[in-house]
Nanobody
Framework: QVQLVESGGGSVQAGGSLRLSCAVSGYTGSSLYLAWFRQAPGKEREGVAGIGINGNIRYSDSVKGRFAISKDNAKGTLYLQMNSLKPEDTAMYYC???????????????????WGQGTQVTVSS
């Protein structure tokens, strides 16, 4: 059973930085696409960044140039470095995984089979 466990959330002031981590375990296959999503109160869950099995990366326009997704396959960990944080980045952040290329291509939550429980990020002005 695939398990994803996020950590690293917290409260920061605008302009600050946070680094989220997601520990991935239980996956025995050879191709797992990973991504970060976020959901603010009253809003739909949206894709933030995705990383493919070959390291190809996609970002949403709202975080491009400020956030960086990476993974350490040896440690089984996904990261999201968040810089220049804005109040509008406040949300619950989730990591997700799926074995299909389409999940990376479209970065839509409905395409991801595996989810973590989320970690809260709050950015104050």
């Amino acid at each position: 059973q695939v398990q994803l466990v996020e950590s690293g959330g917290g409260s920061v002031q605008a302009g600050g930085s946070l680094r989220l981590s997601c520990a991935v375990s239980g996956y025995t296959g050879s191709s797992l696409y990973l991504a970060w999503f976020r959901q603010a109160p009253g809003k739909e869950r949206e894709g933030v960044a995705g990383i493919g099995i070959n390291g190809n990366i996609r970002y949403s326009d709202s975080v491009k140039g400020r956030f960086a997704i990476s993974k350490d396959n040896a440690k089984g960990t996904l990261y999201l470095q968040m810089n220049s944080l804005k109040p509008e980045d406040t949300a619950m952040y989730y990591c997700a995984g799926d074995e299909r290329f389409l999940s990376w291509l479209h970065l839509q939550p409905s395409l991801y089979a595996y989810w973590g429980q989320g970690t809260q990020v709050t950015v104050s002005s």
